[in-house]
């Protein structure tokens, strides 16, 4: 009963300190003798394999077969540390190992072992000469095969005990496994040319392809490789080929065929020319004569993995050499980047078919954020960049990745977690294979299995969570940055350029730029030269984006200023770390960012003063348009903060109207807004800009008088302003009401609110970067001779003795804009009287209406203007569409209820609505007024300055009409457009506005 308690409790401390089975560790390492039992050092080992259970189990069988193992342990701690970590991971080794005790020398060694020594070993253990590649009587069939696979496992026990100590990190693993698999090859050759007559008549080259051409093989992997053969001098080529084909199926045949010793691995030659139905060896001339006429796309990104690593070194050292030429020249083919990512998608369609239980998800290879989604994003950026730039012409996955980190291909960041997802997979696929040295990817469910992985990763404290949570984490990661990177359209564009003008030398550039049509070449290269000289990030990034800006600069109205606007945008942004990233990884911003500078001198000269807002051009959803309470609640806050300095609360909301402006502009001539939103976003814009002013004017005044302010104070919106139809050169047509507070003396009221309006004016209007907003105030009662501000019993009397017929138009625009809401309606109440007249509008004010339009059109067109080319008061222009939907307003807005907006286009289908308007005229005026609206913008964003009249000259006229959505051609096609449109608009005016 004693003893039974005692082995309980050993039993459960062992199982406390880390086995699984705590009984059966107390019974295997009693039977390890007393020593063992009572060995610390080995304990310890023990426990921190990644499956104690597995380690203790396989070291008694090793035991078994070399009692003196367990002293060599104790006496060498490195011995130990690998034995028990490779028993730990691996039963497949433990199982070697325990067969081939001897094999405990192999992994002795405290260093690594070159490629040419494991070569000398391997050769060695078949028989052959290390220093001669002629045939030798060494050993042949079965007895060399077996040779081969014991030596081949001792040194891979030696690979895997340095791996699993922490002694090698993966990347000197992995470059290890390749040595010694190309180091298997050889012996294999070296069995082939003892068994194969006439051996010596062939050179015979053996290609690694795949993750053993780039030295980063796994544990257990198909070794893929391509034969190349020559006739050695005088030999027949017909005889030396069949020699050398006889050879490579000896040699694949040596490696993968099954013996008591198991297989090494299978030989796959598919990657050859026409795969499994090309001959399996080529000469070097055959094979070149394939690549230049035949070789599909994948062929390529294969072929850049490709080494020499066995037979005859010379041969393949030239084969490696002449398709390296092809390979970096391949992203030049037609469609190469599209057919790239096809097969990605095409891999991963087959996985995801054909995985197990329908799990593609558990597959670290091919699954969706496995090793392919890295490793076909880093040859594709290779393969494209790396045509111009050597230093990205490596073969290793980590080694590509780094340099096209630091040449500014892939963001630092970026690169980081790609490096760092590719090391846990590759060493979690390590483990996995490992275990049985069978050839897997796939993650299992299995605790007992996922806590082996965690545990094997250094994971201790909650193994299976741990490692479940990281791989999670990290496949997340891979498969969102090989979406931004392997789809990012830069790639494309890229690739389709000639080398000449990707290296952007001089010579190249100037030929370019004045191919594209850029009117200073010279200019255009010093601009060049000043972003892409240097060894800095900044420009290496710049010399990656500029071969493509530059076409796109070009498809835009004006390629000159689009370059020099970028310059500068660039020089305000270049110690900015995000700018340049932004543009390299998200291409919609640069090619957005291109067309806006190419085309507008407006978004330039705005983005000059805030280039942080180059970030808003990313996403539809950042153009769009703010809502008006959120942009109202930004200003409330800005004032707010500045409460006390009224300038500065001021310029901080002309910054936030700037920044707004720019989105505006961005959206419109992305297409992403229409031009009845651009007015509304414009007007809306500007209400709030003229709340936040007259709130700090208020504020200001009170702080001045210390006492409160002595009355209500509104502003009424009119003109294009009311209409909510402002562009982008509108100034803000306004008019002042204020009404005193009970008590307070009529003087002092109207002094307060003539002073708040002043200074309202004022801080809107002051000289700073940002646009002014000016607000004009000319169609109150009496215009400038009037009084800036207005009781409303002074509206209300003038209104009703001296008002004009024209006055009664204009209110028809009136809406409340900023101030006391409550007073607005009051006053809008009182202009519903005028504007919306229950009798109608009388002859005789419809014969001044009618008469003062067409003195307008003869004393106000500007002299030399050309009637049918003025967009506002040229025939069929604004003017023409507003008055006609003004007069139908006056006289019938009082009995239809929907014409009573201030809204032209709202107005002109009202009253189609109404029976009021034919419906095709309805669309002949609003058409006309649309396309009117859309020019008067366009030179606005173009020019940077406003006009009225479409431009006479050539250039401008044609970068507009580009503006407009025209092709470059299409500068005639706007003009004939416009006349014809407005035309229309003229007879449908002139029949409603004089006749009807």
Not at 473 to 492: A, C
Not at 544 to 566: E, K, N, R, S, Y
Not at 639 to 656: C, G, P, Q
Not at 830 to 841: C, K, Q, T
Request: include cysteine; charged fraction near 25%; hydrophobic fraction near 45%.
């Amino acid at each position: 009963m004693r003893a039974a308690s005692r082995i309980q409790t050993t039993a459960g401390r062992l199982a406390a300190l880390g086995f699984a089975d705590g009984a059966r560790a107390e019974r295997l390492l009693t039977e390890l003798g007393p020593e063992a039992h009572g060995d610390l050092e080995l304990l310890g080992e023990l426990l921190r394999a990644a499956d104690p259970d597995l380690a203790l189990l396989s070291l008694t069988r090793l035991a078994e077969s070399d009692p003196g193992v367990l002293r060599a342990l104790r006496e060498s701690p490195l011995l130990r540390r690998r034995v028990i970590g490779i028993l730990g991971l691996s039963a497949a080794l433990g199982d070697h190992l325990a067969r081939h005790p001897g094999s405990l020398e192999a992994v002795r060694p405290a260093d690594r072992l070159t490629g040419s020594q494991m070569r000398a070993e391997l050769l060695r253990a078949v028989g052959a000469d290390p220093k001669s590649d002629e045939p030798v009587a060494g050993l042949t069939g079965g007895a060399a095969l077996d040779a081969l696979r014991i030596a081949y496992r001792g040194r891979l026990c030696h690979i895997a005990g340095r791996d699993a100590s922490g002694e090698a990190g993966l990347e000197e693993t992995c470059a290890a496994l390749s040595d010694l698999a190309a180091a298997a090859l050889e012996a294999a050759l070296a069995v082939a040319r003892a068994e194969t007559p006439g051996a010596t008549e062939a050179r015979l080259a053996v290609i690694g392809m795949g993750k053993c051409g780039a030295r980063e093989l796994n544990y257990i992997s198909d070794v893929d490789v391509i034969f190349v053969a020559e006739p050695k001098e005088g030999a027949d080529e017909t005889k030396a080929l069949q020699i050398a084909t006889r050879l490579a199926q000896s040699l694949m045949h040596a490696c993968s065929a099954t013996t008591p010793e198991g297989s090494l691995w299978t030989v796959d030659a598919n990657l050859r020319p026409e795969g499994k139905n090309g001959p399996l060896v080529r000469t070097l001339e055959s094979h070149l004569a394939y690549y230049r006429r035949w070789a599909k796309t994948w062929e390529f990104q294969a072929l850049l993995k490709a080494r020499p690593v066995a037979g005859d070194p010379d041969l393949g050292r030239r084969y490696a050499a002449a398709v390296g030429d092809m390979v970096w020249q391949a992203a030049a083919r037609d469609g190469f980047v599209e057919d790239v990512q096809a097969m990605r998608r095409r891999v991963a369609a087959h996985a995801e078919s054909t995985a197990p239980g329908g799990r593609a998800d558990r597959q670290i290879k091919l699954g969706p954020g496995g090793l392919r989604d890295i490793e076909f994003a880093v040859q594709l950026l290779q393969l494209v960049h790396g045509r111009t730039d050597p230093a990205l012409r490596h073969r290793a996955t980590l080694p590509a990745l780094a340099a096209l980190s630091r040449g500014g291909y892939v963001g630092r960041e970026d690169a980081k977690a790609l490096a760092e997802a590719y090391r846990f997979l590759r060493r979690v696929e390590h483990m996995l294979q490992l275990h049985r040295l069978r050839r897997t990817h796939v993650v299992p469910s299995d605790p007992a299995a996922l806590r082996r992985l965690g545990r094997g990763l250094g994971m201790t404290t909650d193994p299976e969570g741990e490692f479940t949570a990281t791989w999670k984490r990290h496949s997340f990661q891979v498969r969102r940055l090989h979406e931004k990177l392997f789809y990012r359209p830069l790639l494309q564009a890229v690739a389709r350029l000639p080398e000449s003008e990707v290296r952007l030398t001089p010579e190249a550039a100037k030929a370019r730029l004045e191919a594209l049509g850029y009117a200073d070449p010279e200019g255009a290269l010093r601009h060049i030269a000043a972003l892409t000289t240097g060894l800095s990030r900044r420009a290496a990034i710049q010399r990656t984006l500029l071969p493509v800006m530059l076409g796109w600069f070009a498809d835009a109205p004006d390629p000159d200023a689009g370059l020099l606007g970028f310059r500068q945008v660039s020089d305000r942004l270049g110690t900015t770390p995000w700018y340049l990233r932004l543009l390299r990884d998200e291409t919609v911003v640069a090619e957005r960012l291109a067309r806006l500078l190419g085309t507008s001198r407006y978004v330039t000269g705005l983005l000059l003063h805030a280039p942080e807002a180059v970030a808003m051009l990313g996403s539809p959803d950042d153009l769009a348009p703010r809502p008006a309470s959120a942009l109202a609640a930004e200003a409330a806050s800005v004032v707010d903060r500045y409460r006390e300095d009224a300038e500065n609360a001021v310029a901080a909301v002309r910054a936030l109207r700037r920044r707004e402006l720019l989105r505006t502009a961005c959206a419109d001539l992305l297409g992403l807004i229409d031009i009845e939103k651009v007015g509304e976003v414009l007007s809306t814009l500007n209400d709030v800009s003229i709340q936040a002013a007259l709130d700090v004017a208020i504020h200001k005044l009170t702080a001045e008088r210390g006492r409160p302010f002595p009355t209500r104070l509104t502003v009424i919106a009119m003109g294009r302003l009311g209409g909510y139809e402002c562009s982008y050169a509108s100034d803000a047509d306004v008019m002042f009401v204020h009404e005193p507070l009970p008590g307070a003396a009529e003087r002092e009221a109207a002094e307060a609110a003539h002073a708040a309006a002043e200074e309202t004016r004022r801080l809107l209007a002051m000289p700073t970067p940002d646009p002014p907003l000016h607000l004009d105030a000319d169609l109150r009662p009496e215009g400038r001779q009037g009084p800036l501000v207005r009781t409303l019993a002074a509206y209300r009397a003038y209104y009703e003795r001296w008002s004009s017929p024209w006055e009664a138009q204009a209110l028809l625009r009136a809406r409340y804009c900023a101030g006391d809401a409550a007073l607005a309606e009051e006053f809008l109440a009182l202009a519903d009287r005028l504007r919306y007249p229950v009798e109608g509008v009388p002859s005789a004010d419809l014969l001044q209406i009618r008469r003062l339009k067409a003195r307008m059109e003869a004393e106000r067109l500007p002299r030399g203007a050309d009637p049918t080319m003025h967009t506002k008061l040229g025939r069929g222009g604004l003017s023409d569409v507003e008055w006609t939907a003004q007069l139908i307003q006056l006289r019938h807005a009082a009995a239809v209820p929907a014409l009573r907006t201030t809204r032209t286009l709202e107005a002109l289908r009202a009253a189609a609505g109404a029976g009021l308007l034919d419906p095709a005229d309805e669309r002949v005026l609003a058409d006309a007024w649309r396309f009117a609206s859309r020019i008067r913008d366009a030179i606005m964003l173009v020019r940077g300055r406003p006009s009225d009249s479409i431009p006479t000259g050539v250039k401008e006229r044609a970068m507009i009409a580009r503006a407009l959505g025209y092709p470059p051609d299409g500068s005639e096609e706007f003009v004939d457009d416009y006349r014809r449109i407005t035309r229309r608009a003229r007879q449908v005016m002139e029949r409603i506005f004089y006749e009807g």
